[in-house]
């Protein structure tokens, strides 16, 4: 059976961003090697969920830095591993989806997203990802439907925000690797 994994960047006091959404935190840029390990983990992945806020957000941002010749290689390479992901699109209603590679799912309780996601990890195929949106990343693990946690813990403090995690969850880890930068990407999964 495939394996939902959460890849989330947080800051070191566990924010994704700040009380408003705020992202500005993450102004610095990551080095080489964290580039090179977040192209691989899309590339160890065949699909992604995403809520239809952050897909109208996310698909449009990636596509653009992929068609442009002046955007740094490290993004192109990236957007073009996020890119190629069939994304299933979460929302409680029916949106027009203006993008390729993508499938509407519409939930409207949290029975029927566990019950959609359940169909779908029996499916052939790599593992799923959750790439990101606070209110899906919070949704998928309230839910306990993540099997990996992986996460990008940047050594900067914010000091309020919001967070992945709304509950307790008890987590093992499987391993954990720091670059030049001082960021370190650990991975969980539940106990």
């Given amino acids: ?100 590679n993508t499938k509407q799912l519409v939930v409207k309780s949290d029975d029927e997203l566990v019950e959609a996601v359940q169909k779908i990890k029996q499916q052939p195929g790599k593992d799923l990802a959750v790439p990101g949106g606070i209110r899906t990343a919070q949704t998928f693990v309230r839910l306990g439907l993540v099997d990996e946690y992986v996460l990008t813990v940047h050594p900067v403090v914010i000091g309020q925000g919001q967070s992945v995690f709304t509950t307790k969850v008890n987590l093992e880890r499987v391993r954990v690797k720091t670059y030049k930068s001082g960021v370190m990407r650990v991975c969980y999964r539940p106990r």
């Avoid at 700040?18 to 080095?31: H, V």
């Avoid at 809520?51 to 002046?70: E, K």
């Fill in 1 to 100: 059976m495939r394996k939902v994994l959460l890849n989330m960047t947080m800051t070191l006091d566990g924010f994704f961003c700040g009380p408003n959404g705020e992202l500005d935190w993450m102004s610095q840029k990551p080095d080489q090697e964290l580039n090179d390990d977040i192209v691989a983990f899309f590339q160890e992945v065949d699909d992604g969920f995403v809520g239809y806020p952050t897909a109208s957000g996310m698909i449009p941002y990636w596509l653009g830095v992929a068609q442009n010749p002046s955007a740094p290689s490290e993004e192109r390479a990236i957007a073009q591993a996020v890119n190629r992901l069939h994304t299933f699109i979460l929302s409680n209603r029916e949106e027009k989806l203006e993008w390729e």
